[in-house]
């Protein structure tokens, strides 16, 4: 019974998740830029015939990155880009040497803005300095105290926000917020929304934060208990996410407690103990879960790890995997490896160079076979054939999307060696065609 259980929540999701991520598009089509607001649509809209699409005609590729380390033997990279999405909404925070007085202590954070990016970057520069002061974040670390003190913080930064956004009349967005903090003994991991982190042990996906969705039967009751619905897997048909800062018109049911609206500001904060097997912490917005599963990303990661020493690099290949495998969002991750993170290795260099040099065989096939035929060989053809082969030894989670790179490069070396030897052939004619 149970198993039989277990083997459909395998098959049936991926399908699953499909389809609900198309309802979803097309829902976030139907409202306006995805997250509508009561009251905004008014005055953002007013004399507006169209709705302006939140998407753009082309996408955004440009990345930010940054990188750094710790003196305690942390390393960490950060990309972010902006992708299909109109606007750029999400912020982070990277500090791999927290504060005065915590030199040896990390917290790292990424915001997914919604609505606009008020929320997200007041957060990105002021949270951690509200949760701070608490005076619950201490060397001598009580985690009790620590936990206590990381939620003390985004409700007092939430409740300053909102008098902010009423006297100075900012915009009605909203934020997610995904943070580790790193002690030498501890990882604080805080969630509130549904960006997501995950800690990578042994080789496997050991702990990652659960999203807060409207659905989900603790936030659904909450929500209901506030006067509100879920409908659409949106509260009140309209926000897809049932935690944030910000969001402010989602929380002005005056009887219920801070925590008690329709959206509330409070993180989940789990602890674990920091062993010498934690290899690395991924912490990214929904524009990257949205493509991958953390499993696939987990295993894509340590295999990029042991072939590629430029952190920076492999979080690029992440956001373009993303937005190969179709993230239509803004997309931001940050990895963050310990001493114990897989390390370049001569035997994954040479496997890698290998499946280059059987990417690139293919690809010639394919254009003979193509040309054999008459036609002019196509690079969108060339990647759907390839992607029909079975082919052996591709970087697992990240399948031939992610060797992009080295099959167009292979493309332009044999249709340009085809269409001149062709040229040779007809005399040069190219202008005669
Ligand atoms: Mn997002």
């Given amino acids: 019974m149970r198993t039989a259980r277990r083997a459909s929540t395998v098959e049936v999701p991926s399908f699953l998740r499909q389809l609900v991520k198309e309802t979803e598009k097309m829902v976030t089509f139907f409202f306006k830029g995805g997250r509508r607001h009561p009251g905004t649509d008014e005055d953002d809209f007013d004399n507006e015939e169209d709705i302006p699409s939140p998407y753009l005609q082309m996408p955004i590729l440009n990345k930010d990155t940054e990188e750094g380390g710790s003196k305690c033997g942390i390393n960490y990279a950060m990309a972010s880009m902006q992708g299909w999405r109109a606007q750029m909404e999400d912020a982070h925070t990277c500090m791999p040497e927290m504060a005065d007085g915590f030199p040896d202590w990390s917290y790292f954070a990424v915001y997914d803005g919604h609505a606009g990016r008020t929320v997200a970057q007041y957060c990105s520069r002021h949270l951690l300095d509200f949760i701070l002061d608490t005076g619950g974040v201490t060397v001598g670390e009580d985690v009790e105290q620590v936990k206590g003190g990381i939620r003390d913080g985004f409700l007092g930064i939430d409740s300053h926000m909102y008098t902010l956004a009423r006297n100075e009349s900012w915009d009605h967005s909203g934020s997610t917020a995904a943070a580790v903090m790193i002690s030498p003994r501890n990882i604080y991991f805080?969630?509130?929304?549904?960006?997501?982190?995950?800690?990578?042990?042994?080789?496997?996906?050991?702990?990652?934060?659960?999203?807060?969705?409207?659905?989900?039967?603790?936030?659904?009751?909450?929500?209901?208990?506030?006067?509100?619905?879920?409908?659409?897997?949106?509260?009140?048909?309209?926000?897809?996410?049932?935690?944030?800062?910000?969001?402010?018109?989602?929380?002005?049911?005056?009887?219920?407690?801070q925590t008690e609206q329709l959206v509330s500001p409070e993180p989940e904060v789990y602890e674990l103990k920091r062993t010498p097997e934690d290899e690395f912490l991924v912490v990214a917005c929904d524009g990257v879960w949205d493509a991958i599963s953390n499993e696939e990303l987990c295993a894509f990661v340590r295999n990029r790890l042991q072939v590629c020493d430029d952190l920076r690099d492999i979080c690029a290949q992440v956001i373009d995997l993303c937005l190969y495998k179709g993230s239509l969002d803004n997309i931001s991750i940050i990895i963050i490896c310990f001493d114990g993170a897989p390390k370049v290795k001569p035997e994954a260099l040479q496997h890698e160079t290998e499946l280059e040099q059987i990417i690139e065989q293919k690809v010639e096939e394919i254009i003979q076979i193509i040309r054999a035929k008459d036609k002019e060989p196509d690079l969108l053809y060339v990647m759907k054939f390839l992607a029909s082969e079975n082919i052996p030894g591709l970087p697992p989670g990240g399948g031939i999307s992610c060797k992009r790179d080295c099959i167009i490069a292979a493309y332009q070396k044999y249709a340009a060696v085809f269409r001149s030897t062709e040229q040779m052939e007809t005399g040069g004619s190219e202008d005669s065609n």
């Fill in 190 to 257: 805080i969630n509130c929304g549904d960006s997501r982190t995950f800690l990578c042990r042994n080789g496997q996906v050991f702990f990652y934060t659960e999203d807060h969705k409207p659905f989900n039967p603790r936030e659904k009751e909450r929500i209901q208990n506030a006067g509100g619905s879920v409908t659409l897997q949106r509260i009140n048909g309209s926000l897809a996410v049932s935690r944030g800062l910000g969001d402010f018109d989602f929380k002005e049911v005056e009887w219920r407690a």
